[in-house]
Nanobody
């Protein structure tokens, strides 16, 4: 299993980014996929968004609802996250992940990429 994120960078508050995750080594279309983030100074990973195998069901953290959009291209084996109206508190390392375990208080992921840094600052 290989997950490779790209698209991070430095952006001003109110700006936008699009993250991509190229997946390989497994049948991408048969797995739910997730975007998670590690916020500086905070323990644990925050689940930002989840998407079902076909893309027909998506779920977002309250903190990003209405601003972020998760999508997938099963032909290209690629996961996307569109980040709009970014806030300073969105600054984090963003990871593409698979195989979520645990509950909402303590989620972990069996597979995770190396991440891409998103910095929101003036």
């Amino acid at each position: 299993v290989q997950l490779v994120e790209s698209g991070g960078g430095l952006v001003q508050p109110g700006g936008s980014l699009e993250l991509s995750c190229a997946a390989s080594g497994f049948t991408f279309s048969t797995y739910w996929m997730y975007w998670v983030r590690q916020v500086p100074g905070k323990k644990g990973l925050e689940r930002v968004a989840a998407i079902a195998t076909s893309g027909s069901f998506v779920e977002y953290a309250d903190s990003v609802k209405g601003r972020f959009t998760i999508s997938r291209d099963n032909v290209k084996s690629t996961l996307y996250l569109r980040l709009d109206r970014l806030k300073v508190e969105d600054t984090a390392v963003y990871y593409c992940a698979r195989d979520e375990i645990g509950d909402s208080n303590s989620r972990q992921y069996v597979y995770r990429g190396r991440g891409t840094q998103v910095t929101v600052s003036f």
